[in-house]
Antibody, heavy 121, light 110 residues
């Protein structure tokens, strides 16, 4: 049974870097034709795709994001990570990590439970 | 402001059918057959209900169906059940930002 678990600080100061890690269990992060991504949801608002990564390290980002995003993968640890730099209060959200359907970089059918990150001084 | 437009809320009685619309442009919904729909219960992660306009992932009830016409996609839930009460989000590939979501629709089962 595939499980994804987000981890990282729940509170980040403005202008600092938000860092989260997603640990994958019950499946290989190196599966061919599947991608791993990050999606966020501000409190009471809708969903926003941040980006996706393939196990080889190929990345796909949402070009409309105001804060620079970096997604990386560590196949030896079955983890992939998100870094969002120079954050503001607008980056306060529940952050989800997820796995895509086969062949898609942006349609997700396995999700972590989500982790709330608050940006505040 | 979301790029895809959904009604803020819809409602229906148990057993009835409801339809949720998702309107975009020729740069997203109308231009590609990559529309998906998610269901989200309060405090839970979204669940994929439909992908590539009308395909259901394994395990999703056949009471959920979807289609697209021009720049508008639609999700239909037939035989409405209490457990269907949730927020529903459409999503589409877009030539501008790669992937965009709708603002979400709150479904109330009366």
């Amino acid at each position: 049974q595939l499980q994804l678990q987000e981890s990282g600080p729940g509170l980040v100061k403005p202008s600092e870097t938000l860092s989260l890690t997603c640990t994958v269990s019950g499946d290989s992060i190196s599966s061919s034709n599947y991608y791993w991504g990050w999606i966020r949801q501000p409190p009471g608002k809708g969903l926003e795709w941040l980006g996706s990564i393939y196990y080889t390290g190929s990345t796909y980002y949402n070009p409309s994001l105001k804060s620079p995003v970096t997604i990386s993968v560590d196949t030896s640890k079955s983890q992939f990570s998100l870094k969002l730099s120079s954050v503001t209060a607008a980056d306060t959200a529940v952050y989800y990590c997820a796995k895509t359907i086969r062949g898609s970089q942006r349609v997700f059918n396995y999700w972590g439970q989500g982790t709330l990150v608050t940006v505040s001084s | 402001q979301s790029a895809l437009t959904q009604p803020a809320s819809v409602s229906g009685s148990p057993g009835q059918s409801i339809t949720i619309s998702c309107t975009g442009t020729s740069s997203d919904v109308g231009g590609y057959d990559y529309v998906s729909w998610y269901q989200q219960h309060p405090g839970k992660a979204p669940k994929l209900m439909i992908y590539e306009v009308s395909n259901r992932p394994s395990g999703v009830s056949n009471r959920f169906s979807a289609s697209k016409s021009g720049n508008t996609a639609s999700l239909t839930i037939s035989g409405l059940q209490a457990e269907d009460e949730a927020d529903y989000y459409c999503s589409s590939y877009t030539s501008t930002t790669s992937q965009v979501f709708g603002g979400g629709t709150k479904l109330t089962v009366l």
